[in-house]
């Protein structure tokens, strides 16, 4: 049974850093790119970075480059998010993601920047 497991969310004042982590299970995690996204309240869900089998990864949204970085530990089956310079604006629910013929997501976490 596919299963992916965010955690790592939660409340950091702007300027301040998180690390999401996913941890999977269930399917050939080495040999699958990953995917994070976000969703803020009232928003659709937008890609924030895909990293490959090789550790490659790249960030989309110009607001996030050179703040979040990817990185994953294939021997753990878990990729992390790392979120540096957190801004108000980066609150959202965050989601890791993979597709083998449909899209597979984990529940979500969480993370709110505020003062």
Wanted: a neutral charge; glycine letters at 10%.
């Amino acid at each position: 049974q596919v299963q992916l497991v965010e955690s790592g969310g939660g409340l950091v004042q702007p300027g301040g850093s998180l690390r999401l982590s996913c941890k999977a299970a269930g399917f050939e995690f080495s040999n699958t790119v990953m995917m994070w996204y976000r969703q803020a309240q009232g928003t659709e869900r937008e890609l924030v970075g895909i990293i490959d089998i090789n550790s490659r990864s790249e960030t989309y949204p110009p607001s996030v480059k050179g703040r979040f970085t990817l990185s994953r530990e294939n021997a753990r089956n878990t990729v992390y998010l790392q979120l540096n310079s957190l801004k108000p604006e980066d609150t959202a629910v965050y989601y890791c993601n993979f597709w083998d013929k449909r899209d597979y997501w984990g529940q979500g976490t969480q993370v709110t920047v505020s003062s």
